[in-house]
């Protein structure tokens, strides 16, 4: 079945270490997403690609770093510079630029404990 | 100003009721729209889409554009208990983007 797997679906962190969440998609998609949701909001872009070795800051970068080295790989590092990172994190991907529907991954529930 | 505005809610409406939820955007270079449904701890899944300005409908939704105005609605029908989530609506200038979404409360 074709579709998006994000892991671990719960992460937890110390402070002070960095930490990689992985979204793999094998619906052969050209974008892909990270977004982050804070209880009771939205979904904030961190960050985005759209094609293979290249990607874009969204609104709440700081603190995250991605690669996109293959088609259906992106992973999202959180860094220690993100001083709050606990959260629920989503991956998305779309066929092209954004124009049709996006899928989702089940996402991760980071802590930092 | 943010780029994808909607009410956060929560909005309580009776079952059986018409709930009416509402989304403002502000690149006028937006060419596809979005209506996702969360329930708590979940992923967002698609409800409507719509691209051109008008009324979409599908089954009890119906989406409404209208790209001068910059707004774009989603109408549920005959609300039910289980509609009751959080209702993002999602734009795509360049990239896909979306708002603080609406609570929906429909309680019997």
């Known amino acids: 079945d074709g579709g998006i797997t994000q892991s671990p679906k719960y992460l937890f962190r110390k402070e002070g270490q960095n930490v990689t969440l992985s979204c793999e998609q094998n619906?052969?998609?050209?974008?892909m997403y990270w977004y982050r949701q804070d209880p009771g909001q939205g979904l904030r872009l961190i960050y985005y690609?759209?094609?293979?070795?290249?990607?874009q800051k969204g609104d709440i970068a700081e603190g995250y770093s991605v690669s996109r080295e293959k088609k259906e790989s992106f992973p999202l590092t959180v860094t220690s510079a993100q001083k709050n990172p606990t959260a629920f994190y989503l991956c998305?991907?779309?066929?092209?630029?954004?124009?049709?529907?996006?899928?989702f991954g089940q996402g991760t529930r980071l802590t930092v404990v | 100003q943010k780029e994808v505005e909607q009410n956060s809610g929560p909005l309580s409406v009776p079952e059986g009721a018409i709930a009416s939820l509402n989304c403002t955007y502000s690149?006028?270079?937006?060419?596809?729209f979005f209506w996702y449904r969360q329930y708590s701890g979940k992923s967002p899944e698609l409800i409507m889409f719509?691209?051109?300005?008008g009324d979409k409908e599908d089954g009890r939704f119906t989406a409404q554009l209208n790209k001068a105005s910059q707004y774009v609605s989603l109408l549920i029908r005959d609300s039910q208990p289980s509609d009751s989530a959080t209702y993002l609506c999602?734009?795509?200038?360049?990239?896909?983007?979306f708002g603080t979404g609406t609570r929906l409360q429909v309680f019997p």
């Open positions: 719509i691209y051109s300005n």
């Open positions: 619906l052969n998609h050209d974008a």
């Open positions: 690609s759209q094609i293979v070795n290249d990607f």
């Open positions: 999602a734009v795509t200038p360049d990239k896909l983007i």
């Open positions: 998305a991907s779309t066929p092209d630029r954004g124009g049709t529907e996006a899928f």
């Open positions: 690149d006028r270079g937006s060419q596809s």
